[in-house]
C-alpha cells in the first residue's frame, strides 16, 4: 500500500526532475560533438536511458567495448553534468523521512513491550522520537553525498545510495551510444530531454521514494532496538521472489545488531525496490 509519505516525497521528487532536468543536462550538451567521422545518427528507437538502440543500424550495446578515446570523452562528458541542485532535494524531502522515521522508531519500541516495564517503555519512545530527528536529516543529505556538519550541508563521496550519481549512471549509456553513432547533438538533446528518460521519469521518482522510504523505516526500527538494550542480533526476513543477495542474507541467520549482512547492508532494502523485512532478536 502506498503512504501518504510516498506520495508527497514521490511527487516532490518527480516535480524537481522537471524543473531541474535542462540545467542539468544544458553543460554536457553545450560540450557533446558529435564523434569525427560518423554521420549524425537519427534519435534512437528505445526507451529513453536504456542500454541498446533497436534500430537495424544499431546492433551493439552503448557503452560496451569502448575504445579509449570514447571512453575518455564519455568520462569527461557525464562530469560536465551540473548536479549541484541536487544539494536543494534535502530539505524538500526531510519532512517526509521524519514522517516514516517516527513511525519506524515507535514500531521498533512497541515490538520491544512486552519484554520491558511501562516507564522504560515510555522513556524509549521519547528517546526515539528524539533520534529520529537526526535520522532523517542524516538520510535526507546522503541521498546526495552529502553530510550535515555545524548546521551546514557539506560533501560526503562515501555515501552508498546516491540519487546525484545515479542521474549520472542512468545518462550514461545514451551519452555512450551517441558517441559511439555520432548522434547529432539535437538527437541527444531529445532523447535527454524526454519526459520519460529513466534518469528524469516519474517511475524512478515512485521508485527512489519508496525504497527511500523503506530504508528510512528500518533504520529507525534498528535504532529503537539498539536503544532498548534488549536487542543483541537481527533476522533477514525474505520477501516473496527475493533475488540471491536477499536469500544470501536471510541465510545467515541471526547476526549482531551492529554487523552488516553479506550485502554489505545493515538492514532492508538491499537493492531498489526490495521488500524485505527485518526481525529482532531479544536476549535473555
Not at 516514516?100 to 512497541?110: D, Q, R, T
Not at 552508498?160 to 551510444?177: C, H, K, M, N
Not at 524526454?194 to 516519474?202: G, I, N, T, V
Not at 525496490?273 to 531479544?282: E, F, H, I, Q, R
Request: charged content about 20%.
Amino acid at each position: 500500500m502506498v503512504t501518504d509519505a510516498e506520495k508527497s516525497m514521490a511527487a516532490t521528487l518527480a516535480a524537481f526532475f522537471v524543473a531541474h532536468r535542462a540545467e542539468i543536462v544544458a553543460p554536457l550538451l553545450a560540450a557533446y560533438k558529435p564523434t569525427t567521422g560518423k554521420q549524425a545518427h537519427h534519435a534512437p528507437s528505445v526507451q529513453p536511458g536504456a542500454a541498446q538502440c533497436a534500430c537495424h543500424a544499431c546492433k551493439s550495446p552503448a557503452g560496451g567495448g569502448l575504445d579509449l578515446e570514447v571512453q575518455q570523452e564519455l568520462d569527461r562528458l557525464l562530469l560536465k553534468l551540473d548536479i549541484t541542485s541536487f544539494e536543494d532535494l534535502p530539505a524538500q524531502v526531510q519532512a517526509d523521512l521524519l514522517k516514516v522515521a517516527k513511525s519506524g522508531a515507535l514500531l521498533g519500541a512497541e515490538q520491544l513491550a512486552s519484554d520491558m516495564s511501562a516507564e522504560a517503555y515510555d522513556s524509549l519512545v521519547n528517546l526515539v522520537n528524539e533520534r529520529a530527528v537526526a535520522l532523517a536529516a542524516d538520510r535526507s543529505a546522503a541521498m546526495v553525498g552529502m553530510k550535515w556538519v555545524d548546521g551546514e550541508l557539506i560533501p560526503n563521496p562515501n555515501t552508498l545510495w546516491r540519487i546525484d550519481e545515479g542521474t549520472r549512471a542512468l545518462i550514461r549509456s545514451d551519452v555512450s551510444q551517441a558517441l559511439q553513432e555520432g548522434w547529432s547533438n539535437s538527437s541527444l538533446a531529445d532523447t535527454l530531454m524526454d519526459p520519460k528518460h529513466a534518469a528524469f521519469s516519474e517511475a524512478r521518482a515512485n521508485m527512489v521514494a519508496r525504497t527511500e522510504l523503506a530504508k528510512m523505516d528500518m533504520q529507525a526500527n534498528t535504532a529503537a532496538w539498539k536503544e532498548s538494550g534488549l536487542v543483541q542480533e537481527k533476522i533477514w526476513l525474505l520477501a516473496q521472489n527475493p533475488c540471491d543477495q536477499c536469500t544470501a542474507n536471510a541465510e545467515q541467520g541471526a547476526i549482531p545488531i551492529d554487523d552488516e549482512f553479506d550485502g554489505g547492508e545493515m538492514e532492508p532494502p538491499q537493492h531498489p525496490n526490495c521488500s524485505c523485512d527485518l526481525a529482532p532478536v531479544v536476549g535473555d
